[in-house]
């Protein structure tokens, strides 16, 4: 299994974070090209090597022509990551790391996350780092992300808000329920864009136990009294990935005074919007009233929308919300022939061994039609022909 471990002695902002991912063995032709989707024009990524206290290290800067940029509110930059035919792994960890960042500036502010401005400049610099740094982590393919705790920096930052403490409001937002410290180095170590990618995509812990197999190190702007580093680690472990493990979002509401006829068209547009799996149990609910917990599903970018839709769509006054890791066997399809004509076998795998081998549905019951023959039949003579062939 391979890891990365982001070493955050002297904080994080997005370009270090993507400097020291091209530093530590990242594709800088992939990162380009993903780059080169995005509809932006006058900014250039540059890449050089600077030595910070005796240390090689990689430095990023994108530089944004400041007054050809238009104003950009967070829903114009989901838009623009959905549509400009990025990577869907790319595209779907940049919108999250985004949605979390826009989240955190919206609490800060007092606005809808959707509403979210970013200053224009800073809006390039961003969704340059964000895409980058999305990209260089496909290119990496590490199993499992780790990170330290995050070196906070102290004192005050200016920005278009004028003097905020450090760390800034958002970073501070972000790091709720997340591992933090200062070490009162006077300076903003942390930045909102470094806060926003970590807790996004990282679990926090100790360097774990692993053979180290390269390092990169991405270089801060500022002259510190310590290196202004971020530093990648890159190790393996013996074990197997056993099974793939995504971030999800749980929504849950407990419904008793609904017409139970709208569950159906509920379900189906929450579907339509991005939920993964809906589900419904019938639960005793206080008073002794019985009621209908509907459960939904979903990745990170789609939770807003889809609470939106359980508030206006069912009688609920209130949902739950839960970070959940969704983990999965690997899987695999593989077609077999019946008498009846092909039929899939979704297969599943633990530690490399079959462990379960499913006739598809879909193409079972679409033969069942086509050939007038039970349903059941048709899935025994596909167990059968899949029986056949492992043999
Ligand atoms: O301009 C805005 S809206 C802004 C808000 C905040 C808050 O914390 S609120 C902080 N900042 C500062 O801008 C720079 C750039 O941060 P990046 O993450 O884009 O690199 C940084 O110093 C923030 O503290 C700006
Ligand atoms: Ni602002």
């Avoid at 972000?174 to 006077?186: T, V």
């Avoid at 609920?316 to 019946?338: N, W, Y």
């Amino acid at each position: 299994m391979k890891i990365l471990y982001f070493d955050c002695f002297a904080g994080a902002s997005g370009d270090m974070l993507l400097a020291a991912l091209l530093d530590a063995g990242a594709s800088e032709e992939f990162v380009r090209e993903e780059l080169a989707k995005l509809p932006l024009t006058d900014y250039e990524l540059q890449l050089t090597r600077v030595v910070k206290k005796g240390i090689s290290a990689l430095n990023v800067t994108v530089d944004v022509a400041e007054d050809k940029q238009p104003h950009r509110h967070f829903k114009d930059i989901a838009a623009m990551l959905q549509n400009c035919g990025l990577t869907p792994e790319v595209m779907e960890m940049s919108l999250g790391i985004f949605r979390r960042l826009a989240e955190a500036e919206g609490k800060v502010h007092g606005k809808e996350p959707e509403a979210v401005h970013f200053h224009e400049v800073g809006a390039v610099d961003s969704i340059v780092d964000i895409v980058g740094i999305a990209a260089a982590l496909f290119s990496l393919g590490a199993d499992r992300l780790y990170s330290s705790a995050l070196h906070t920096g102290s004192g005050f930052v200016r920005c278009a808000h004028g003097e905020l403490p450090v760390p800034a409001p958002a970073t501070l937002e972000l790091l709720n329920g997340f591992p933090a410290y200062s070490r009162g180095i006077e300076t903003e170590l942390l930045t909102p864009t470094g806060a926003a990618v970590l807790t996004t995509v990282a679990e926090f812990s100790h360097l774990p136990a692993m053979t180290v197999t390269g390092n990169g190190y991405g270089a801060g702007k500022k002259d510190l009294p310590m290196a202004n580093l971020l530093r990648v680690i890159v190790g393996e472990t013996k074990e197997k990935s056993a099974y793939v493990t995504e971030k999800a979002v749980v929504l849950e509401a407990n419904i008793d005074d609904m017409n139970p006829e709208f569950f159906s068209y509920i379900t189906g547009k929450l579907f339509d919007c991005g939920a993964l799996d809906v589900t419904l149990q019938p639960v005793q609910m206080k008073k002794n009233r019985p009621g209908t917990m509907i459960s939904v599903l979903t990745k990170a970018e789609h939770a807003e929308d889809l609470a939106q839709i359980l508030f206006s769509e069912t009688t609920t006054l209130g949902i739950r919300r839960f970070k959940a890791d969704k983990l999965m066997l690997p899987r695999r399809r593989q077609e077999v022939e019946t008498e009846y004509g092909p039929v899939r076998i979704k297969i599943a795998e633990l530690n490399g061994e079959i462990i379960n081998a499913a006739p598809e549905y879909e193409d079972c019951r679409n033969l069942a039609e086509k050939t007038n023959t039970p349903l059941k039949t048709i899935y025994q003579a596909a167990q059968n022909a899949w029986n056949q062939q492992i043999k």
